[in-house]
């Protein structure tokens, strides 16, 4: 059964703070790894990595994926209170296809 | 340009009841997928669509379907209503099938 796991599933840091956010999965035809930021309701879209050790980069946000040990990192620095949201993890799994498997999500809390 | 549209955003029905739920995707957007979102079960593939056609389901009862009508709108239907149905029901859009998913904002389903 293809799986997704996140770690931890809840976090709390003060503002200022780097976090870093786990993601590990164990899929058949592994295609794509995608990270999620979701406030409210719909997830908006972070991260697409496709090739191990490339590092994504935007802004304060950064994410590498380890195609051999099957994990993906989501680093935030210099954590804001806009930061606070469910980080979802999620592996696209065959060509063509759209179906995303998804982790359980991390909800990340970044106090004042 | 207009995002991924959910409607209705709202809806309470009772067990027993089916219901329709309605996506318009991205202008231009070809493939849909939908999602089911519960605390317990996190976010779930339900199916996919792409010019019409699913080319994807999940692991759901025969009570969850869907389509996808020419002009890419998808409408997904769940029939005999349960109390485990209730939540946030998702829609994705892209382009090509695997590549800039986009979320809607989900319609909050609530069955009493």
């Known amino acids: 059964e293809d799986k997704v796991v996140q770690s931890p599933l809840s976090l709390v840091v003060h503002e200022g703070d780097t976090v870093t956010l786990n993601c590990s999965y164990e899929v058949t035809n592994f295609r794509s790894l995608l990270w999620y930021k979701q406030e409210k309701k719909a997830p908006t879209f972070l991260f697409m990595l496709t090739s191990s050790g490339i590092e994504k980069k935007s802004g304060r946000l950064s994410s590498i994926l380890d195609k051999k040990e099957l994990f993906s990192i989501l680093n935030i620095t210099a954590t804001q209170t806009g930061d606070s949201a469910v980080y979802l993890c999620?592996?696209?799994?065959?060509?063509?296809?759209?179906?995303?498997?998804f982790g359980q999500g991390t909800r990340l809390t970044i106090n004042p | 340009k207009a995002g991924v549209t959910q409607t209705p955003r709202y809806l309470i029905k009772t067990r027993g009841q089916q219901v329709t739920l309605s996506c318009s995707p991205i202008?231009?957007?070809?493939?849909v997928s939908w999602y089911q979102q519960t605390p317990g079960q996190g976010l779930q593939f339900l199916f996919e669509y792409f010019s019409e056609t699913q080319r994807n389901k999940g692991n759901f009862p025969g009570r969850f379907s869907g389509r996808q009508f020419s002009n890419s709108r998808s409408e997904m239907n769940v029939s005999t209503l349960e109390l485990g149905d209730s939540a946030l029901y998702l829609c994705?859009?892209?382009?090509?099938?695997?590549?800039?998913?986009?979320f809607g904002s989900g319609t909050r389903l609530t069955v009493v």
């Open positions: 202008s231009g957007h070809r493939s």
């Open positions: 999620a592996v696209r799994l065959d060509q063509g296809a759209q179906k995303l498997v």
């Open positions: 994705a859009s892209s382009l090509v099938a695997g590549y800039g998913y986009t």
